[in-house]
């Protein structure tokens, strides 16, 4: 166990230079940008993998449909983890299994390597670092700016992944895919030397409060490094399965993963390749949903701060599913300016649900129990993205095109608002130790 220092007092604890809660929430942008570096990988290396080897389109969407559920229902029980071994310990061994996941698909030769490998590994390590990553560092070191960081850092996340796409798709096309693969393992060993100088658990560890910490709010104590994880992970769960607006969130946040990792970031290279567009052009016009998604996001998190969080959502999801239902339109070989509007709303509109939905999940489930009632929300998240990156993929081999999987979402994407509207406004009060209501 951790040995802690005195606790400074003051709302911002170190009131004469910067708050390590910066110096933490900056490591852990760039932990999430480099972890990106693979989940940027899939919908790239579709076409070349179908190429060299003759395995269909659905049988490589199952791989991703693999690492996208790993992704999601990792995350609870890391922040578990997060809370019995510490935070660092817990990144830099989801970095490593990462690497060698990536760096290991160089020699497949058979689909098994590619699930296992693609889809196990490097689940396993995206998922130990994934969305319940963000709620644990802005849970436990922030209390001012929580909404803001909050969106700082799942911009991170997904911008990482999409950014990393037309760098893939240029080395893929003048390199082959193996050299894209070991780029995305070098992206993600770069990192770890970062989180091991850097990183920190908590506060209170380094004798400080959480940033803008109060009397009144004082931020969540250090977790007392007793029991199972994974049982605090299933007791959470088990807590919280009686609460009507966790299953509202989880609902909406399953749509979520399909209209944006499941569907687009997977599919819509291959998508528009189908329409004559090449991929590498495909691939840059997700690079700038990835760039456009930083200021929606970060833009999400300060409004987060300031407006209901229900009606966010509300508006986030009609206006994505509006761009879905049009996109079939849009696809061509070349990129119209109806393709831009198209590429910068949904960039706009990408993450931009995380930071309302982390706000939620701390105002109906108290900051203590919040960061993995987020991982279990997440879980339906990537279990959604994983339904949508095999079923677009069978859709895509059924008919012969995309379509039908995009007007589907885009029916989706209503059902979800009407969830996100239908969530009650808390009963209970943020700072509430560890409420878990039932309503």
């Given at each position: 166990?951790?040995?802690?220092?005195?606790?400074?007092?003051?709302?911002?604890?170190?009131?004469?230079?910067?708050?390590?809660?910066?110096?933490?929430?900056?490591?852990?942008?760039?932990?999430?940008?480099?972890?990106?570096?693979?989940?940027?990988?899939?919908?790239?290396?579709?076409?070349?993998?179908?190429?060299?080897?003759g395995w269909s389109h659905g049988l490589i969407g199952s791989a991703v449909s693999l690492n996208l559920m790993l992704f999601g229902l990792m995350s609870p029980f890391a922040a578990a983890l997060m809370d019995r071994f510490g935070v660092r310990p817990?990144?830099?061994?989801?970095?490593?299994?990462?690497?060698?996941?990536?760096?290991?698909?160089?020699?497949m030769t058979e689909p098994w390597q590619l699930i296992l490998c693609w889809g196990l590994l490097v689940g396993l390590g995206t998922g130990s670092m994934s969305m319940a990553f963000v709620a644990t560092i802005t849970s436990r070191w922030f209390v001012?700016?929580?909404?803001?960081?909050?969106?700082?850092?799942?911009?991170?996340?997904?911008?990482?992944?999409?950014?990393?796409?037309?760098?893939?798709?240029?080395?893929?096309?003048?390199?082959?895919?193996?050299?894209?693969?070991?780029?995305?393992?070098?992206?993600?060993?770069?990192?770890?030397?970062?989180?091991?100088?850097?990183?920190?658990?908590?506060?209170?560890?380094?004798?400080?409060?959480?940033?803008?910490?109060?009397?009144?709010?004082?931020?969540?104590?250090?977790?007392?490094?007793?029991?199972?994880?994974?049982?605090?992970?299933?007791?959470?769960?088990?807590?919280?399965?009686?609460?009507?607006?966790?299953?509202?969130?989880?609902?909406?946040?399953?749509?979520?993963?399909?209209?944006?990792?499941?569907?687009?970031?997977?599919?819509?290279?291959?998508?528009?390749?189908?329409?004559?567009?090449?991929?590498?052009?495909?691939?840059?016009?997700?690079?700038?949903?990835?760039?456009?998604?930083?200021?929606?996001?970060?833009?999400?998190?300060?409004?987060?701060?300031?407006?209901?969080?229900?009606?966010?959502?509300?508006?986030?999801?009609?206006?994505?599913?509006?761009?879905?239902?049009?996109?079939?339109?849009?696809?061509?070989?070349?990129?119209?300016?109806?393709?831009?509007?198209?590429?910068?709303?949904?960039?706009?509109?990408?993450?931009?649900?995380?930071?309302?939905?982390?706000?939620?999940?701390?105002?109906?489930?108290?900051?203590?129990?919040?960061?993995?009632?987020?991982?279990?929300?997440?879980?339906?998240?990537?279990?959604?993205?994983?339904?949508?990156?095999?079923?677009?993929?069978?859709?895509?081999?059924?008919?012969?095109?995309?379509?039908?999987?995009?007007?589907?979402?885009?029916?989706?994407?209503?059902?979800?608002?009407?969830?996100?509207?239908?969530?009650?406004?808390?009963?209970?009060?943020?700072?509430?130790?560890?409420?878990?209501?039932?309503?």
């Amino acid at each position: 166990m951790t040995t802690t220092r005195p606790v400074s007092t003051g709302p911002d604890a170190r009131p004469d230079g910067l708050h390590w809660a910066w110096v933490v929430a900056a490591v852990a942008f760039v932990t999430l940008v480099g972890a990106a570096a693979f989940r940027s990988v899939p919908g790239v290396l579709i076409e070349p993998l179908h190429d060299e080897f003759g395995w269909s389109h659905g049988l490589i969407g199952s791989a991703v449909s693999l690492n996208l559920m790993l992704f999601g229902l990792m995350s609870p029980f890391a922040a578990a983890l997060m809370d019995r071994f510490g935070v660092r310990p817990v990144v830099t061994f989801a970095l490593v299994m990462v690497s060698v996941g990536s760096g290991l698909t160089v020699f497949m030769t058979e689909p098994w390597q590619l699930i296992l490998c693609w889809g196990l590994l490097v689940g396993l390590g995206t998922g130990s670092m994934s969305m319940a990553f963000v709620a644990t560092i802005t849970s436990r070191w922030f209390v001012a700016r929580r909404g803001l960081v909050s969106g700082i850092l799942t911009a991170g996340n997904a911008t990482g992944q999409l950014i990393f796409l037309p760098v893939v798709a240029w080395f893929a096309t003048n390199h082959g895919w193996r050299t894209a693969a070991l780029l995305a393992t070098c992206a993600s060993l770069a990192v770890i030397p970062l989180v091991l100088l850097f990183l920190r658990n908590h506060p209170a560890d380094m004798g400080l409060r959480a940033y803008g910490a109060t009397d009144a709010d004082p931020g969540p104590p250090p977790h007392q490094q007793v029991g199972s994880s994974a049982g605090r992970a299933l007791g959470v769960l088990r807590d919280v399965s009686r609460s009507r607006t966790f299953w509202l969130l989880s609902g909406g946040f399953a749509i979520c993963g399909m209209t944006t990792n499941g569907l687009i970031a997977t599919h819509f290279v291959p998508a528009a390749h189908d329409h004559g567009m090449p991929a590498t052009t495909a691939a840059s016009l997700l690079a700038v949903v990835g760039i456009f998604d930083v200021v929606g996001t970060i833009a999400s998190g300060w409004l987060t701060d300031k407006v209901d969080p229900r009606l966010l959502l509300v508006g986030y999801y009609v206006l994505r599913g509006v761009g879905l239902m049009t996109l079939p339109a849009l696809m061509s070989p070349h990129v119209a300016p109806s393709m831009w509007v198209f590429i910068i709303v949904y960039g706009l509109d990408w993450v931009a649900t995380v930071p309302p939905t982390v706000a939620l999940c701390r105002e109906w489930f108290g900051a203590a129990a919040g960061p993995i009632v987020f991982g279990w929300v997440f879980a339906s998240h990537q279990v959604g993205a994983a339904v949508a990156a095999t079923g677009a993929g069978v859709i895509r081999d059924v008919t012969g095109g995309y379509d039908p999987a995009f007007y589907a979402a885009a029916g989706l994407c209503a059902l979800a608002g009407v969830m996100s509207y239908a969530i009650r406004k808390t009963p209970t009060p943020a700072a509430a130790p560890d409420p878990v209501p039932v309503g």
